[in-house]
């Protein structure tokens, strides 16, 4: 999987999650509150409303209410236009309300916050700006014109000019704000859900792919035995029958078979059967396996580790878990991608950590971009641009961010930089992007870690 598998959803995809029932019940809290408020107002203090308007205004939303619910099923969802026709329709209706109730002398004023936030939070981007819009000239219509707040003496309440401004202003600014600011937070929490999402999906493919290696090498293992006894009676049918060259001729073509089934199964798995040693493998091995499919893309890849510059330390006998692969395989990928011609895979170890740095000679990390790296969706980046840096796929930094938190969860730290320092042996006059990844050795170790490969005989594969 790459990182052009996965795309962020769209809003329009997101509306589309909001169930028919859970609109309904907001309504229903509504209608409550304004049935609670125009009662108490009437009946304890006076006031003196045109309540055959109001009620006629709650009357149409309960109806709306009564008739959504018996005529569409309860697991109905609602499209885009269904729902910004809802919340406008909740928008208009509470702004009819205010109009009959003093206007912004009302301080329920401030309920014309709910539909434009729940609109950034579950709108796309053109209904939310319909609807704040929509929520601003209201505002500014209510600020103008209103039936008066009348009181049980018959005297008008109304508040100072000034403060009728002031409430518009801090409507405006607040439905502006807050709308900024639900979405914002909003499209984080999607972006990181999506990122997630992939990750998972990333994860279980690698986890497929570990299972499905091991089952063919299991294969070839099992199959090895009979493919021999095959060939050696073919073989010997062959000298049988030099003076039958018809039958000469299948007995050969059996042998040949026999050899083309063997090479199959050598090619599909070469560790050998699903046991203990195929969990494990030395730190170097795990990063070539890593590295594979990325060697035929026209760049150079380096090995270079501990035991090549002299040290003593014996390698680490690693854990071989698909989210060390993987993400270690999202961040080689990534370096030859930018890498002008060579990426160096740097291994070193120590009695308490181990370190991998992928190293290549390419551009390097935008620097406005380092401290955000490993953040999903972080860019979008025109096509024209993304096509010439970049003609492999379209970066998102999704690939990172998979890569970032697969390795964290295995325990390791990463840290990218940019620059030379620290790669004097690897002979490049320039250095672009540092990825370093550290982890404690008690993590990774399948012999003294803390989750060792336990030790013994194979156990034979049965039916």
Not at 185 to 191: A, G, K, Q
Not at 264 to 287: N, S, T
């Amino acid at each position: 999987m790459t990182q052009a598998t996965i795309r962020p959803l769209g809003d329009r995809t997101r509306a589309n999650w909001i169930r028919l029932r859970t609109m309904i019940v907001l309504r229903w809290v509504a209608i409550a509150g304004q049935l609670t408020a125009i009662t108490v107002a009437e009946r304890m203090f006076g006031l003196q409303l045109e309540l055959g308007l109001c009620y006629l205004a709650i009357g149409v939303s309960l109806v709306g209410n009564l008739v959504a619910i018996f005529v569409f099923p309860e697991s109905k969802r609602l499209s885009e236009y269904e729902n910004l026709s809802m919340v406008m329709f909740d928008l208009l209706q509470l702004s009819f309300l205010l109009f009959l109730t003093g206007g912004l002398h009302n301080p329920f004023c401030l309920l014309l916050l709910g539909p434009v936030t729940i609109s950034a939070t579950a709108l796309s981007l053109r209904s939310t700006v319909i609807l704040c819009g929509t929520a601003i000239i209201l505002a500014t219509l209510l600020s103008l014109y209103h039936l008066p707040l009348i009181a049980q003496n018959g005297g008008s309440l109304e508040i100072p000019g000034i403060f009728v401004f002031g409430h518009w202003v801090a409507l405006v600014i607040s439905i502006l704000f807050s709308t900024s600011y639900s979405r914002r937070v909003t499209t984080e929490i999607h972006s990181m859900s999506d990122a997630l999402v992939a990750t998972q999906m990333a994860l279980a493919r690698e986890q497929k792919l570990t299972d499905l290696g091991g089952v063919v090498a299991a294969a070839a293992h099992e199959l090895g035995t009979p493919l021999a006894t095959i060939k050696l009676v073919s073989t010997e049918l062959l000298d049988e029958l030099s003076d039958r060259p018809d039958l000469a001729e299948d007995a050969a073509l059996i042998r040949d078979q026999a050899d083309r089934c063997r090479d199959i199964l050598r090619d599909m798995g070469r560790a050998g059967k699903d046991d203990l040693h195929l969990r494990q493998a030395p730190l170097i091995a795990v990063l070539e396996e890593a590295a594979e499919p990325h060697r035929g893309r026209g760049k150079t890849i380096e090995f270079l580790h501990a035991e090549a510059a002299g040290l003593t330390t014996t390698q680490p006998s690693i854990l071989r878990k698909p989210e060390i692969i993987h993400g270690l395989r999202n961040l080689i990928q990534n370096a030859v991608d930018f890498a002008h011609t060579t990426v160096w895979i740097e291994a070193n170890w120590t009695e308490t950590q181990v370190s991998v740095r992928i190293l290549d000679d390419g551009k390097g990390f935008p620097p406005h971009l380092i401290g955000r790296i490993g953040d999903p969706f972080m860019r979008r980046r025109p096509a024209e641009k993304a096509s010439t840096e970049r003609p492999e796929y379209e970066g998102m930094g999704l690939g990172l961010f998979i890569a970032k938190t697969l390795l964290e969860r295995s325990g390791a730290e990463l840290t990218f930089a940019n620059g030379s320092d620290g790669m004097a042996n690897s002979g490049s006059p320039q250095l672009g992007a540092v990825v370093e990844v550290v982890w404690p050795r008690r993590k990774l170790d399948a012999v003294s870690g803390e989750t060792p490969v336990p030790q013994g005989e194979n156990t034979p594969i049965t039916a």
